[in-house]
Nanobody, 120 residues
Framework: VQLQASGGGSVQTGDSLRLSCAAS????????LGWLRQAPGKARQFVAC???????TYADSAKGRFTISRDNSQNTVYLQMNSLKPEDTAVYFC???????????????WGRGTLVTVSS
């Protein structure tokens, strides 16, 4: 599975962004799909995940502001991010695994990240 994230950019506090992650090489319908992020000098951390059955899981920092969704017909997963804060600044990665988990090491497939910068 090859994953490619896109949609990052530089925004102001309170703005919104929608990240997309398109897959090729294999259908994503049977995978759990996650978004994780890595801020400069920090470890990669879980943001959100959507299981193959569409159950969603969010990090506390994302609850109420971010929404993960998937379109299996387009082999794509999305992350709608609203009310962005400077602490959301990071490289965002999409990943695929067998089930949703907050542990980055459990995701077997990773895409190249997309940078999100939120300025105050």
């Amino acid at each position: 599975v090859q994953l490619q994230a896109s949609g990052g950019g530089s925004v102001q506090t309170g703005d919104s962004l929608r990240l997309s992650c398109a897959a090729s090489g294999r259908t994503l319908s049977s995978y759990a799909l996650g978004w994780l992020r890595q801020a400069p000098g920090k470890a990669r951390q879980f943001v959100a995940c959507i299981a193959s059955g569409y159950t969603t899981t969010y990090a506390d920092s994302a609850k109420g502001r971010f929404t993960i969704s998937r379109d299996n017909s387009q082999n794509t997963v999305y992350l709608q991010m609203n009310s962005l804060k400077p602490e959301d600044t990071a490289v965002y990665f999409c990943a695929a695994g067998t089930s949703c988990t907050p542990l980055p090491s459990y995701y077997g497939y990773w895409g190249r990240g997309t940078l999100v910068t939120v300025s105050s």
